[in-house]
């Protein structure tokens, strides 16, 4: 059974001690993710370089994403060349496959902040992540996971699920680890 991390969680059951699932959650920008069918990708070498650190580092055997059917990404490729064929899923429907689903297709709105200033070329927005949509979504992706053989893997989403997922997963009976990424200067510039 390989060495053990210190990630890994032990559970006494009657047949002795059990190893625990380990879910390593990523939330970042989905502009990084790579997505090839995504919008406003922007080039982030230190994203890559993190998906590579974080599957060393725990001894990732599967990858999850929230895709949203717009791969390949880099984690996609990224497991297929170190992990292996079958060892990744885009657990997040497609925004055509959402409302066959009963899945709401808008989970967020643009908020305007302040007035518009046309002098100074000014105006800024913010956004609303309505709440039941999201938790919609991570209900979906959930049995996905549950169903998935694996000892420890790498769940890459969204900001704004990582830690409603990564609460929803630990009370499922994970082992949850939480890392955030957000590349605020290369996100500041403009696509």
């Known amino acids: 059974m390989g060495a053990l991390l210190a990630a890994d969680s032990w559970i006494l059951s009657k047949g002795g001690p059990v190893v625990m699932k380990t879910l390593i959650l990523l939330g970042t920008a989905h502009r990084v993710q790579g997505a090839e069918r995504g919008s406003c990708n922007i080039e982030d070498p230190d994203y890559e ?34 992990i292996g064929p079958h060892r990744y899923k885009d657990v997040d429907p497609s925004a055509a496959d959402r409302k066959k689903l009963g899945i ?15 002098d100074t070329n000014h105006w800024g927005f ?41 609460f929803r997963l630990k009370s499922d009976g994970f082992n949850v680890k939480a890392y955030s990424y957000m590349p605020y200067a290369l996100l500041a510039r403009p696509t």
């Open 126 to 166: 913010g956004r609303e992540e309505l709440i039941e949509a999201h938790e919609t979504r991570e209900h979906f992706w959930l049995p996905f996971i549950r169903e998935q053989k694996f000892m420890r893997a790498l769940v890459i989403c969204g900001q704004a699920h990582l830690l409603s997922f990564a």
């Open 49 to 82: 370089t993190l998906v590579d650190q974080l599957c060393q580092e725990y001894a990732v055997d599967f990858v999850f994403e929230e895709a949203s059917g717009l791969g390949p990404t880099i984690a996609e490729k990224f497991a297929f060349a170190n």
């Open 104 to 118: 709401p297709a808008e989970t967020s709105r643009d908020y305007r902040i302040g007035a518009l200033n046309f």
